[in-house]
């Protein structure tokens, strides 16, 4: 395949996934989209490496017409995009040039596509006997403690995470680490993941969808001893996103066992949560009781040193020529969270690439304002509120008040979701804001819509819609 095609296929689908990035929960990001790749791009189709036959069809499934629109808008044409599977033998190669068979697509028959949830589950099994694997995917080689830039929002994490690595099972155990989405918590659980393997020690990293959906496959295939005996020999249990275990009772069974069964053999057990763990409130307490018992620690927003900082990492680590005025605009440019920095600045370098034109402040400010990205400023409960009710056509002492009618049960908790996710108030203040509801009603409408917004696309399009309102 040339080399030349993959370059701009690449560079292509950069641009989608910076901007696709912004748009979905991160663990679905996570899971389905990092560790894939543009390999092909011809006027009519466009062709994406995945790295197994169960992500190509989920894909395919599942996020094709949303991921097809992204690449259309930045190819201006009507392309059709499919997946294709990573060659089993040149896996290591920089973008492979030889495909695995025939690409796919939603609604198409092929017989490339056989391997089944089952068949990773038993690989992943007997992967794991040995001290070298970890996970259905292999940590992330950048993240480690040497690319982690260290500010006053995140250090006690890092220390936190520093002295797991350093002693695993003596010390902090378990460690809990909480924040907002993008703002390092993977990082550093992956970071602790590449230290204690190092050591000889055998260490799995999962979120807690993988968790999940490996202890259902197990208990409906009647593996449930494999799944107990893959669990309970690691030394390192590393689970990210421990708040989607919320509302599975039959997997916090499973958990809170193999939690047990870890911790009174002095294995260290490591978790991230996008929130402290006494506001995850449908959590078992028998679980949260045992979460809390080690170090729990958060990271906070970044500050503006600590934004130019990372992007400054980022810049020398892909050798991106970017002068520095641009690297103090662009994080001045996003407040929020690295993640969304990241995603801007991949976005800034694939815009630049792929126009061919060298990066200015006044080339970045032309595509900021062409995709329509806009600096996430602090913005008030009333703000919010206030764009809820104009999007929805809903009175605003509608939102707030106290009657329960449907036609006003979803915009109250996209408002609950809304004001949790871009503000700080805490759950107290919202529920005081909305009427004095308790602080438990508005757990429950934040996560309800949390959890519709993966699957619901009109929602999730009306949650994107109305962010872009009040960052616009």
Wanted: overall charge negative; proline content about 3%; hydrophobic content about 35%.
């Amino acid at each position: 395949m040339d080399r030349d095609n993959i370059q701009k296929a690449n560079k292509i689908w950069s641009s989608v996934l910076g901007k696709v990035e912004l748009e979905i929960p991160k663990p679905s990001y996570d899971t389905w989209l990092s560790n894939t790749h543009g390999i092909s791009c011809t006027s009519t189709e466009f062709i994406v490496e995945t790295p197994n036959a169960f992500t190509a069809q989920y894909l395919a499934d599942r996020m094709l017409d949303m991921l097809e629109q992204e690449l259309r808008a930045i190819v201006e044409s009507e392309i059709k995009l499919k997946f294709t599977v990573i060659n089993e033998i040149t896996n290591h190669q920089s973008h492979n040039e030889n495909l695995s068979g025939t690409p796919y697509r939603g609604n198409e028959q092929t017989t490339i596509y056989t391997t089944s949830y089952d068949d990773l589950f038993q690989e992943h099994v007997s992967e794991n006997q040995s001290r070298s694997n970890v996970s259905l995917y292999d940590f992330n080689p950048k993240y480690t403690f040497e690319n982690f830039i260290v500010g006053n929002s995140n250090q006690l994490a890092y220390a936190g995470a520093k002295a797991v690595s350093e002693n695993p099972g003596n010390i902090f155990n378990p460690l809990v680490i909480h924040s907002p989405v993008g703002l390092g918590k993977t990082h550093l659980l992956q970071a602790i993941g590449h230290e204690t393997k190092a050591k000889g020690l055998v260490t799995l990293y999962v979120t807690s969808e993988e968790f999940t959906n490996q202890y259902v496959m197990a208990i409906q295939n009647g593996q449930t001893e494999e799944f107990r005996d893959k669990y309970r020999k690691v030394d390192v249990l590393l689970i990210d996103d421990i708040q989607f275990l919320i509302g599975k009772e039959q997997t916090q069974e499973g958990f809170f066992h193999t939690f047990n069964a870890l911790h009174v053999k002095n294995k260290q057990i490591v978790v991230a949560s996008d929130r402290h763990i006494s506001e995850l409130r449908t959590l078992e307490s028998r679980i949260t009781s045992r979460l809390t018992g080690g170090l729990v620690t958060d990271i906070q927003l970044p500050q503006l040193e600590t934004r130019v900082a990372i992007l400054h990492g980022k810049v020398q680590e892909k050798k991106y020529d970017i002068p520095a005025e641009v690297i103090g605009f662009l994080g001045e440019r996003i407040q929020s969270n690295i993640r969304e920095l990241e995603g801007l600045l991949n976005r800034v370098v694939a815009w630049a690439q792929f126009r061919d034109e060298p990066i200015t402040i006044e080339s970045v400010k032309r595509m900021i304002g062409d995709s329509q990205i806009n600096t996430k400023k602090p913005v008030s409960d009333s703000t919010i509120i206030s764009e809820v009710s104009n999007y929805f056509g809903v009175p605003s002492d509608e939102i707030i008040g106290p009657r329960r009618s449907k036609s006003y049960l979803l915009p109250r908790q996209v408002t609950m979701f809304l004001l949790r996710e871009e503000t700080s108030l805490s759950l107290s203040a919202i529920g005081k804001i909305l009427g004095g509801r308790d602080h438990s009603t508005v757990l429950h409408g934040h996560d309800k819509v949390a959890s519709l917004i993966n699957s619901d696309n009109k929602l999730r399009r009306d949650v994107l819609a109305i962010r872009n309102n009040l960052t616009s």
